[in-house]
C-alpha cells in the first residue's frame, strides 16, 4: 500500500471558509464558500471578516488526498455564531 508522501514530506490538507445564513424558512444555508484557503491562517482572517455578515461562520481543515479519496477528521481553525454540526 502507497501513502504517496514522501519522508519529510507534509500530508496535503484541504482548508475551507464557510459562512452560513439562514432562509426565509429558517433553514441554515452556505451564503459563502464553502472556498479552499491557501493557509489555515488565511482561512482564519477570512473568516473573521465574514463574521457580522452572516449568522455563521466557520474555518476549519482536515487531511486529505481527495485522489484515494482519503480524508481525516476535520479540525475548527475558527467559528462564530450558527454553524451546522460537521459531518
Known amino acids: 500500500m502507497s501513502d504517496h508522501i514522501l519522508p519529510g514530506q507534509k500530508k496535503p490538507k ?3 471558509v464557510v ?3 439562514r432562509g ?4 441554515m444555508f452556505a451564503a459563502y464558500g464553502p472556498a ?18 452572516h449568522v455563521g461562520v466557520i474555518a476549519w481543515s482536515r487531511d486529505a ?4 479519496g482519503d480524508y481525516g477528521p476535520p479540525t475548527v481553525l ?5 454553524v451546522p454540526d460537521m459531518e
Do not use: M, N, Y
Request: aromatic share 6%; proline share 3%; glycine share 8%.
Open 14 to 16: 484541504l482548508i475551507v
Open 19 to 21: 459562512a452560513f445564513d
Open 24 to 27: 426565509d424558512d429558517g433553514e
Open 36 to 53: 479552499d484557503q491557501q493557509s489555515e491562517e488565511r482561512a482564519i482572517r477570512t473568516a473573521k471578516t465574514l463574521v457580522g455578515r
Open 65 to 68: 488526498d481527495p485522489a484515494l
Open 78 to 82: 475558527f467559528t462564530d455564531g450558527e
